[in-house]
């Protein structure tokens, strides 16, 4: 994966007997959750989609209930302040690492943008495609055919969620927004009616355990962080502070757009958990 690497990610710490218990008891009523659960995702995604097209008003709610599931199941408390939005349009936030599929799919019925690769990747690509994804690819030939497929799922009233950071980092920082997502709601037919809403995810280590113990950035390898969280006694903490929606139409462009919403989940995030933050300034406005 590629993602931001300014800081290498700590030793993956020694798992002793009480872990490797936690591990035996987790690890099947995990698989059985949300493997199971996405199976009936699955198996009832094609009769959903032949009755309502691309509308789906019963497997979302699936989603939502596997990934609360999951949460506690690996002793992650989820707590969720404001609300997310009842307007049409997307949710951005910043981006810790796979754990944000759980954490934002348990606080609403939303799909997923990502970059193509993701679909390739082991377990969390299959994750990803069954619960809707929509994937992007970087190739600038396919810009205009992708933005075409973004502005069919917000006409069907689909909330997506996209993170403008473009990468994962440990969780403590939030890195300047890239604009090019944003330039979809800027389509003449759809500016009026959208509206994005920031929202700051925030996780907290158990106590004594390095501060970014659920960050997943760098080179660190799937398996083995999985099994680290399976094994860990408990009292990791997911905060997502849901900020006001911003009125596309209120706004000149898209990287007008992106500096607001950058603004809005950034302040929380170093505010609870940050290091110094990263300025927002014309890098953030020009990037993507």
């Known amino acids: 994966m590629t993602t931001w690497r300014e800081e290498q990610p700590p030793a993956a710490p020694r798992i002793g007997a009480a872990g490797w218990l936690?591990?035996?008891?987790?690890?099947?009523?995990?698989?059985?959750?949300?493997?199971?659960g996405l199976a009936l995702l699955l198996a009832l995604r094609l009769p959903e989609r032949l009755a309502f097209g691309l509308h789906r008003p019963v497997t979302p709610w699936i989603t939502q209930g596997v990934?609360?599931?999951?949460?506690?199941?690996?002793g992650i408390r989820l707590t969720i302040r404001g609300r997310p939005m009842q307007d049409r349009g997307a949710i951005v936030a910043n981006h810790a690492g796979w754990l944000d599929i759980f954490t934002l799919n348990a606080c609403d019925r939303?799909?997923?943008?990502?970059?193509?690769?993701?679909?390739?990747?082991?377990g969390i690509g299959w994750l990803a495609r069954a619960t809707g994804t929509v994937f992007i690819a970087r190739?600038?030939?396919?810009?205009?055919?992708?933005?075409?497929?973004?502005?069919a799922r917000l006409r069907a009233n689909h909330r997506l969620l996209f993170f403008p950071e473009g990468t994962s980092t440990d969780g403590r920082r939030v890195l300047p927004f890239k604009t090019t997502l944003f330039a979809a709601f800027f389509a003449p037919e759809l500016r009026e009616r959208m509206s994005i809403q920031p929202a700051s995810v925030i996780y907290r280590a158990p106590e004594g355990e390095d501060p970014r113990f659920l960050g997943?950035?760098?080179d660190m390898a799937f398996g083995p962080h999985l099994l680290k969280l399976m094994a860990h006694r408990g009292g990791s903490r997911a905060e997502v502070l849901f900020h006001p929606p911003i009125r596309v139409a209120g706004v000149a462009?898209?990287?007008?757009?992106a500096l607001?919403?950058?603004a809005a989940v950034r302040g929380p995030v170093v505010?609870?958990?940050?290091?110094?933050?990263?300025p927002a300034g014309p890098a953030a406005a020009t990037a993507g």
Do not use: M, T
Not at 67 to 74: G, I, N, V
Not at 110 to 122: H, L, N, Q
């Open 139 to 151: 190739d600038p030939r396919e810009a205009r055919a992708q933005q075409a497929l973004f502005e």
């Open 67 to 74: 990934c609360r599931a999951a949460l506690w199941l690996l």
């Open 110 to 122: 939303i799909y997923f943008v990502s970059k193509s690769e993701v679909a390739r990747w082991p």
């Open 253 to 257: 462009d898209r990287k007008v757009l």
């Open 271 to 278: 505010a609870a958990v940050g290091q110094a933050p990263v």
């Open 260 to 262: 607001l919403a950058e």
């Open 216 to 218: 997943w950035w760098g």
């Open 22 to 36: 936690r591990v035996a008891l987790r690890a099947p009523l995990l698989f059985v959750v949300v493997y199971g």
